[in-house]
């Protein structure tokens, strides 16, 4: 990500460094991604929110196999996209009214949760059908959160790790060990040590989301939706009181 010099960028867009805090909300921001993610493929007739590309796969074997595709799995990817972008606008907009991006996205992402979580009670009823309107909605609104947090970490933060994607992380965090270990140059193992200890708590955090998804869903089913809406309230929180 490039960063800046003048002053009023740096305090527009916060360095994951500036604080531990901030590590920590990129942890709880991963345990929610790998929470919704599995809490929509167990309950959303195999919906991937966070892991998005997912859904490709999915797509292509229903399409091999010659059964019905969940309409779902056809719109994902298309309003991902959307949101991306959507969410870089505002950002940018915030930005040149000299708004920091990072909260105002926050509450974004954690209404778009909320929703979701509505949305998913509405589709109780209906579950088992997955091209009804409110499974659709309630899956559309969770992909839309995780754009958000996607698009978020890449344009609020300076040097955030990805939340959601953890191909990327685990490779970037393998590649850094293995350039501290055996690297020359001082410079270079130093920056990979440093990016290291961004990336592992992401990697852990996932793993607990995805673990804490499944427990809830086996308790709770569908109500485990207000699981992730529920750890972005908290994120939010510990953002303000870093800033206060």
């Known amino acids: 990500?490039?960063?800046?010099?003048?002053?009023?960028?740096?305090?527009?867009?916060?360095?994951?460094?500036?604080?531990?805090?901030?590590?920590?909300?990129?942890?709880i921001l991963s345990v929610i991604a790998g929470a919704s993610d599995t809490i929509s493929f167990l309950g959303l007739n195999g919906l991937f929110t966070a892991h998005i590309?997912?859904?490709?796969?999915?797509?292509?074997?229903?399409?091999?196999?010659g059964s019905q595709v969940?309409?779902?799995?056809?719109?994902?990817?298309?309003?991902f996209f959307v949101m991306l972008a959507m969410t870089k606008m505002i950002a940018s907009l915030l930005e040149r009214a000299s708004v920091p991006s990072l909260l105002p996205l926050l509450f974004i992402?954690?209404?778009?949760?909320?929703?979701?979580?509505?949305?998913?009670?509405?589709?109780?009823?209906?579950i088992q059908d997955s091209n009804a309107i409110s499974v659709i909605l309630?899956?559309?609104?969770?992909?839309?959160?995780?754009?958000?947090?996607?698009?978020l970490v890449q344009t609020s933060v300076k040097g955030?790790?990805?939340?959601a994607v953890m191909?990327?992380?685990?490779?970037?965090?393998?590649?850094?060990?293995?350039?501290?270990?055996?690297?020359?140059?001082?410079?270079?193992?130093a920056a990979a040590l440093e990016?290291?200890?961004?990336?592992?708590?992401?990697?852990?955090?996932?793993?607990?989301?995805?673990?804490?998804?499944?427990?809830?869903?086996?308790?709770?089913?569908?109500f485990a939706l207000a699981t992730p809406a529920i750890l972005a309230l908290i994120t939010i929180i510990m953002y303000l009181l870093v800033k206060s």
């Open 70 to 79: 969940p309409i779902s799995q056809i719109i994902a990817v298309p309003i």
């Open 109 to 126: 992402h954690f209404g778009l949760l909320a929703c979701c979580f509505i949305a998913g009670m509405v589709a109780i009823k209906q």
């Open 53 to 65: 590309t997912g859904n490709l796969v999915i797509l292509a074997a229903h399409v091999v196999a």
């Open 1 to 27: 990500m490039t960063t800046t010099s003048n002053q009023s960028d740096v305090i527009l867009v916060p360095s994951v460094d500036s604080s531990i805090w901030f590590s920590f909300i990129f942890f």
């Open 160 to 163: 955030a790790p990805t939340t």
């Open 195 to 222: 990016r290291a200890l961004n990336t592992w708590p992401a990697i852990i955090g996932f793993f607990i989301g995805c673990g804490l998804g499944a427990a809830s869903f086996a308790l709770i089913g569908l």
């Open 167 to 189: 191909t990327t992380n685990i490779t970037r965090f393998t590649v850094d060990m293995v350039e501290v270990v055996l690297g020359r140059h001082p410079k270079n193992k």
């Open 138 to 151: 309630t899956g559309m609104l969770g992909v839309s959160a995780m754009a958000v947090q996607n698009a």
